[in-house]
């Protein structure tokens, strides 16, 4: 039975994707093309692979049998056609990266120009996820997150600071009115800005000092999406809404500049850097690979 090849990678990525939508972002094609290439499938195998709906887009049982036989192969496919890549005198493709926001702003800015210029034939797509997934059903090739949220069978390899810190910051105004908190504690009665990450959970305020560590769980007038919607409480706290808690790489402007001012800055906890981390069980794509090796290189433009 003669069957496109094409038709079966749209297949695999939808199927993967579980949308018909996603799988096009993913993939870069159009959500009705990536259709009517299931549709030749369908037709030409004579059984369905996908049952459809308004809300979602599930394998069949004859679906899952054929993704897990296909997987693997587009899998050596993928690397037979690497192996070819290998051979150009400069590495060339596509790179998806999965990213929390907070790489995409403090980290990536300072790799990212650097290393497409020393790549040219390599087109990076960043894809900010502040929630923890599977970067290959996301399809991408790597993701950047901190070691605690690592799974055991990826590889790692540090990227940008290796130590980096929460800082505790508020406005001048802010202070004059309300008092400057001297411990962690006193911050349960202060205006807090908070975050929720997208699970739902409250962000914990956690401060170390001397080996005494402090956890908080403040209160306040503004809580703000954890990633996406920092910055709305950043200009709240320069506005004098109340005191925030972040990176402190992310507040570093605004303490230099003076609009934020240091809140309990000898109780600012340090934490490990980010890691890039892909599966240590799938061939590694050149353009990938090629990125593995600039930010190991010593000439790496180091992040603050």
Request: net charge neutral; charged share 25%; aromatic share 8%.
């Amino acid at each position: 039975m003669k069957v496109d090849l094409g038709d079966l990678n749209a297949f695999v990525v939808v199927a993967r994707a579980r949308s018909f939508r996603e799988g096009a972002r993913l993939s870069g094609s159009s959500a009705s093309s990536l259709s009517d290439a299931v549709r030749r499938l369908e037709e030409r195998l004579g059984v369905r692979l996908l049952n459809r709906t308004t809300r979602s887009v599930v394998p069949t049982e004859a679906g899952e049998g054929l993704l897990e036989r296909l997987a693997p192969v587009l899998t050596e496919m993928e690397a037979a056609l690497d192996v070819v890549n290998g051979f150009r005198n400069r590495p060339a493709g596509v790179l998806r990266l999965n990213v929390p926001i907070s790489a995409s702003r403090l980290v990536l800015p300072r790799i990212v120009p650097p290393f497409l210029a020393a790549y040219p034939d390599i087109q990076l797509e960043v894809i900010t996820e502040d929630s923890f997934v599977d970067v290959i059903a996301a399809g991408c090739d790597a993701g950047i997150r901190y070691d605690e949220r690592l799974e055991q069978d990826m590889i790692a390899v540090p990227i940008g600071p290796r130590v980096q810190r929460h800082a505790t910051a508020a406005a001048p105004a802010y202070l004059e009115r309300h008092g400057r908190p001297e411990h962690p504690r006193d911050l349960l009665r202060h205006a807090c800005l908070r975050g929720r990450f997208a699970s739902g959970a409250m962000t914990l305020w956690e401060f170390e000092r001397d080996g005494e560590v402090v956890t908080v769980e403040p209160t306040g007038p503004l809580i703000v999406r954890a990633g996406g919607a920092t910055d709305l409480a950043v200009d709240a706290a320069i506005a004098g809404t109340g005191i925030v808690h972040l990176f402190e790489d992310w507040l570093r402007p605004h303490l230099d500049s003076g609009a934020l001012v240091p809140v309990l800055e000898p109780w600012w906890q340090p934490f490990p850097g980010p890691f890039l981390y892909y599966p240590g069980r799938r061939f590694v794509p050149a353009p990938l690979r090629a990125f593995i090796d600039f930010i190991k290189a010593p000439e790496t433009p180091p992040s603050r």
